[in-house]
């Protein structure tokens, strides 16, 4: 929410999106005792429902026990994540978002065993094969039509900020600061190394040449490793 006066809005909208995927009804909602809980206006649509509300006493969180320990654990999980690869703070509500959505696809001891929430939400298991190191850099495969001219480049460098909402699409923040979202993204999670090698996988044909050398742990010499094998063999004839 933006403000506090969207509440009503986004709770309605949550209300009929919960109630549809679970086939069933909302009878009693808990939640803290700010004044946009207790409004009346907050309170029209639980007397047309038949919703029971119900408000913690204040400074007592262990009365909304189950969803003070999940905020505490989305917010742990998204510092986690940010610090992993340093993440700029300013992305932290799309930590929180990732954060959630692993949750979601991922079991716990609340649940049946071997259960995940999102399994007993839709009856089928997560699929999770898509899942990537939040935080990482990436590149954006570019469609022809946005490549400049014939030598322009053909992905566009960026950050990974978790899964776009209602697509099935990766949600990424470029150099240049704008946020798009792509389907076709090539992933660095881990060494540098590796880059070069996912680098052959883009449309094209690009050519990736590796400069092998040596160094030397007593000097601290590069030493070129093609010349080296060069002068053993010298020596040997």
Not at 27 to 54: C, D, M, W
Not at 215 to 223: A, I, L, P, W
């Amino acid at each position: 929410m933006q403000k506090k006066s969207d509440l009503i809005s986004e709770y309605k909208k949550w209300q009929t999106k919960a109630q549809l995927h679970t086939g069933t009804k909302i009878k009693i909602l808990r939640s803290y005792n700010g004044g946009e809980y207790v409004s009346n206006a907050f309170k029209a649509p639980h007397f047309e429902n038949g919703t029971t509300h119900q408000t913690k006493v204040p400074d007592t969180p262990q009365q909304n026990g189950v969803a003070e320990r999940l905020n505490r654990a989305l917010v742990e999980m998204a510092r986690t994540m940010m610090r992993h690869k340093d993440v700029d703070q300013d992305l932290w509500a799309d930590a929180i978002k990732t954060a959630v959505y692993i949750k979601n696809r991922v079991t716990s001891r609340a649940l049946p065993i071997g259960k995940t929430p999102f399994e007993l939400c839709n009856g089928n298991q997560p699929n999770v094969s898509h899942m990537r190191v939040f935080g990482s850099i990436c590149w954006v495969v570019l469609h022809q039509s946005h490549i400049d001219g014939k030598i322009g480049d053909k992905a566009a460098k960026g950050v990974f900020l978790g899964f776009a909402d209602g697509s099935k699409a990766s949600k990424v923040i470029l150099d240049d600061g704008k946020v798009v979202k792509a389907r076709s993204v090539v992933f660095a999670e881990t060494i540098v190394s590796e880059v070069a090698e996912v680098a052959e996988e883009l449309p094209g044909d690009e050519n990736v040449e590796f400069e092998t050398v040596l160094r030397s742990s007593s000097v601290g010499e590069t030493v070129d490793a093609y010349n080296d094998v060069k002068d053993d063999k010298q020596a040997l004839s």
